[in-house]
């Protein structure tokens, strides 16, 4: 194992157990009257195992999955739809400019208390994590083309190769770097928004209505399961995106 992958993960142990230190330090100092708000690592971790011992815990977990995917795939194809579309045909660049730029400045509270009056509560998140991520993916691939470097799209024409075929050979395979990041920084969006939303409107089976159940009982070792959890998760979903595009990277440098 190389020395600096070792490295790298005695930093992540030891900053890991700095916090676990400092959270289980301000538990023990903690006025007694408020320990309840803040249970120590120790009962959080004990609440954790009941959690992922009870089988509806595990839907709640797999629907919220499925939800916050559903909504973030939907923003990512929408989204770059959009960026191609304006990129191109400046009729759609003023028409669709505005809108995105708005959607991108209203609080993602004010969309799900108006998404509520219209919206399935078991649809809602999907709408949710669509419209949070939409706009971050358009303003990328709008952005990236629209200053795309006109040498590469002159050899393109050198070698006649137009239309699709530019657009998706030459164009997007040298502005995927930044779509990806996009697309990391959007999947953290959706998982915050998409949650948000389950709070709001707790849907039959979902993490979100756990949450609120926890804090509404006063099961505070419960809320912070269950927010570790989707810590977790979350960070999960990101690295597992870069760890795609990463061997993506290395299967490309072999073959060349």
């Known amino acids: 194992m190389p020395t600096n992958y070792i490295k790298k993960l005695l930093y992540v142990f030891l900053a890991i157990a700095f916090w676990f230190f400092v959270w289980e330090a301000a538990s023990f100092f903690i006025n007694d009257n408020l320990k309840l708000f803040l249970p120590s690592p120790v009962l959080v971790f004990k609440a954790l195992i009941r959690l992922i011992n009870k089988l509806s815990f595990w839907q709640a977990v797999l629907l919220t999955l499925l939800r ?145 159940r926890a804090k509404g009982n006063i099961n505070y070792d419960e809320v912070y399961a269950i927010t570790l959890i989707v810590v977790i998760l979350s960070i999960l979903i990101e690295l597992l995106i870069k760890y795609t595009y990463s061997k993506k990277l290395r299967t490309e440098k072999k073959d060349d």
């Open 68 to 212: 916050i995917f559903t909504g973030f795939i939907c923003g990512v194809l929408t989204g770059t739809f959009f960026g191609i579309l304006t990129s191109h045909l400046k009729i759609f660049d003023a028409i669709f400019s505005p809108a995105m730029r708005i959607i991108r400045a209203v609080p993602v509270v004010a969309f799900i208390i108006l998404a509520y009056l219209f919206i399935n509560v078991n649809y809602l998140p999907i709408f949710i994590c669509f419209l949070m991520v939409m706009p971050l993916i358009w303003q990328t691939v709008h952005d990236e083309l629209s200053s795309f470097d006109n040498d590469l799209s002159e050899m393109a024409t050198v070698f006649n190769i137009k239309g699709f075929k530019k657009l998706f050979l030459i164009k997007f395979v040298t502005i995927s770097d930044k779509i990806i990041t996009t697309m990391v920084n959007g999947i953290g969006l959706a998982w915050k928004s998409g949650i948000a939303s389950e709070v709001l409107c707790t849907p039959a089976i979902s993490l979100g209505k756990n949450l609120y």
